[in-house]
């Protein structure tokens, strides 16, 4: 049973295009949704995260947009630069000590 | 500061043999998390710790998979009698305390089964 399931699997979009990766998760107790960026042989890293009680939520270029009723969340990307072509996971947990479900990923690649 | 590190970046072993997997945390994160990314599974949690025991093991796939931590801080993961399914990158992630929701990952540790 996939919990977190996201989409598209592979995103091509032009330098200063918008790039929108989306996600759907199916437990209601999740209430951290975290968006990882990976590039090839490193780690994933955080790129931001948003819990249940806003509907957006902004850093730089980065912006998740929180649907709780329809139980999805989607990262967008202003502006986005050849530098932002990576793999993005979503993810998603209960609060405190518990581990992250993940999404399949995105594979990014932003054109010049 | 220092993020989570990981050693060895690279393991080749043979099918049959052991391998240990190294992790250290970001000082004085008290939880840590081993989580498993292989293609077409994407990332898989296998075990947590908080502080030296393990409150949640589930998703170790198999009893050939065991995991310590020492002293609240450096974790090993061990898997033993390697089958070649057990090919992955083995990524370490780190969470401050009981009630901190961001984790923080290593560069991993790609184990090839031959």
């Known amino acids: 049973q996939q919990q977190v399931k996201q989409s598209p699997q592979s995103l091509i979009v032009q330098k200063g295009g918008i790039p929108i990766i989306n996600c759907a998760y199916e437990n209601t107790a999740f209430d951290y949704f975290p968006w990882y960026q990976q590039f090839p042989g490193k780690g994933p890293a955080l790129l931001i995260a948003?819990?249940?009680?806003?509907s957006e939520k902004k850093e730089g270029r980065f912006t998740i947009s929180f649907n709780k009723s329809a139980k999805q969340f989607s990262l967008h990307i202003m502006d986005s630069q050849p530098g932002d072509s990576a793999t993005y996971f979503c993810?998603?947990?209960?609060?405190?000590?518990?581990?992250?479900?993940f999404g399949k990923g995105t594979r990014l690649s932003v054109i010049a | 500061g220092a993020g989570v590190s990981q050693s060895p970046s690279n393991k080749v072993t043979e099918k049959g043999k052991d391998v240990e997997l190294r992790c250290d945390p970001i000082?004085?994160?008290?939880?840590l998390y081993w989580y498993r990314q292989s293609l077409g599974q994407g990332l898989e949690f296998l075990i947590y710790f908080q502080g030296n025991s393990a409150p949640d093991k589930s998703g170790l796939p198999s009893d050939r998979f065991s995991a310590e931590r020492t002293g609240g801080s450096v974790s090993t993961l061990t898997i033993q009698r390697t089958q070649q399914e057990d090919s992955a990158v083995y990524l370490c992630a780190s969470s401050l305390g009981k009630h901190s929701d961001e984790q923080f990952f290593g560069p991993g540790t790609r184990l090839t089964v031959l």
């Open positions: 000082s004085g994160h008290t939880a």
């Open positions: 993810a998603a947990k209960n609060s405190g000590n518990t581990p992250l479900v």
């Open positions: 948003i819990r249940p009680d806003v």
